[in-house]
């Protein structure tokens, strides 16, 4: 089932990506070695533009309308702002809105009556890497340009079926009764429709302008999830992933590229109409 709250964060894996003898037609351009986390994260998780912003509509059951803002920066960055309008009345409604905020440091869930955050361990990576001799970020970043270069190269040789919307192409498909639409390059949908409701993008802009707080983490859950203290737990799993990197070994990027989602607490039945649209199991990517 496709998760359309995670619209970010949503494209397929290629399975066969650095495996056999597809590895040896990768290609990349000249390596350029970050020197800094940011030039780690941005090549790590690379965006088809330096600020995307795109806005859809949403429609769902008993007159259930809505709006949803995505802002994509590379670098492992993605605000998700959502505002749903539920009818209660023959006159009336209840708006419920949330925000998803993913960094390098955090994942955010957060709505009225419901939320969850936990930590990223993506920066602390890219802090690892910056701890390692010079010929061994090479070797990590080697292997990172060449999945992305295998990942271009199986687009262009198994496209699928191409749609274009608003201007930009993305990859439409069918299970069941679900559709959709992902914008690969940029790992999020431009349409989703099931039995329960569709959400279509209605406006992309590229080189868009962001506050400067736009990713920051709203100021009641502004605490660090991932205190020094758990420094010394999690950095040899970090050294064994930038390890494994270094052999020319793909298999961490899977779930490194791909988004992880919070888990939202149980609340009124607002929050459970949230959770419901989000995917999540109800009372308490795909």
Same mark, same amino acid.
């Given at each position: 089932?496709i998760?359309?709250a995670?619209?970010v964060?949503?494209?397929?894996?290629?399975?066969?990506?650095?495996?056999?003898?597809?590895a040896?037609a990768?290609?990349?351009?000249a390596?350029?070695?970050p020197?800094?986390?940011?030039?780690?994260?941005?090549?790590?998780?690379?965006?088809?533009?330096?600020?995307i912003?795109?806005s859809?509509?949403?429609?769902g059951?008993?007159?259930l309308?809505?709006?949803?803002?995505?802002?994509l920066?590379?670098?492992g960055?993605?605000?998700?702002?959502?505002?749903?309008?539920?009818?209660?009345?023959?006159?009336?409604?209840?708006t419920?809105?949330f925000?998803?905020?993913r960094?390098p440091?955090?994942e955010?869930?957060?709505?009225?009556?419901?939320?969850?955050?936990?930590?990223?361990?993506?920066?602390?990576?890219?802090?690892?890497?910056?701890?390692?001799?010079?010929?061994h970020?090479?070797?990590?970043?080697?292997?990172?340009?060449?999945w992305?270069?295998s990942?271009?190269?199986?687009?262009?040789l198994?496209?699928?079926?191409?749609?274009?919307?608003?201007?930009t192409?993305?990859?439409?498909t069918?299970?069941?009764?679900?559709?959709?639409?992902?914008?690969?390059?940029?790992?999020i949908?431009?349409?989703?429709?099931?039995n329960?409701?569709?959400?279509?993008?209605? &406006?992309?802009?590229? *080189?868009?302008?962001? #506050? =400067?707080?736009t990713?920051? %983490?709203? /100021?009641?859950?502004?605490?660090?999830?991932?205190?020094?203290?758990? &420094?010394t737990?999690h *950095?040899?799993a970090? #050294? =064994?992933?930038l390890?494994? %990197?270094? /052999?020319?070994?793909?298999t961490?990027?899977?779930?490194?590229?791909?988004?992880e989602?919070?888990t939202?607490?149980?609340?009124?039945?607002?929050?459970? %109409?949230? /959770?419901?649209?989000?995917?999540?199991?109800?009372p308490?990517?795909?």
């Open positions: 089932m998760n359309p995670c619209m964060g949503t494209q397929p894996d290629d399975a066969n990506a650095g495996s056999g003898n597809e040896q990768w290609s990349t351009p390596l350029s070695v020197t800094t986390a940011q030039e780690f994260l941005e090549t790590l998780l690379p965006a088809p533009n330096t600020a912003f795109v859809y509509d949403l429609e059951p008993a007159g309308t809505g709006e949803l803002d995505i802002r920066a590379p670098g960055y993605a605000r998700e702002d959502w505002s749903m309008h539920v009818p209660v009345s023959e006159r009336d409604s209840e419920v809105g925000v998803h905020i960094t440091e955090h955010l869930w957060q709505g009225d009556t419901v939320g969850g955050q936990h930590a990223s361990m993506l920066r602390a990576l890219a802090e690892r890497y910056l701890a390692l001799a010079p010929e970020r090479r070797d990590v970043i080697a292997t990172i340009e060449r992305h270069a990942l271009r190269e199986a687009r262009q198994h496209p699928g079926d191409q749609r274009t919307i608003l201007g192409s993305c990859l439409w069918r299970i069941a009764a679900q559709s959709s639409c992902t914008w690969e390059e940029a790992g949908l431009l349409h989703y429709e099931g329960a409701f569709t959400i279509r993008a209605t &406006r992309i802009e590229l *080189d868009s302008t962001f #506050d =400067a707080d990713f920051a %983490l709203p /100021r009641a859950s502004s605490k660090r999830a991932y205190h020094d203290n758990d &420094r737990r *950095d040899g970090l #050294d =064994a992933i390890q494994q %990197l270094g /052999r020319g070994d793909v961490p990027l899977v779930s490194l590229t791909r988004s989602h919070v939202a607490p149980s609340g009124p039945d607002a929050s459970t %109409l949230v /959770r419901s649209l989000a995917g999540q199991p109800v308490v990517h795909d």
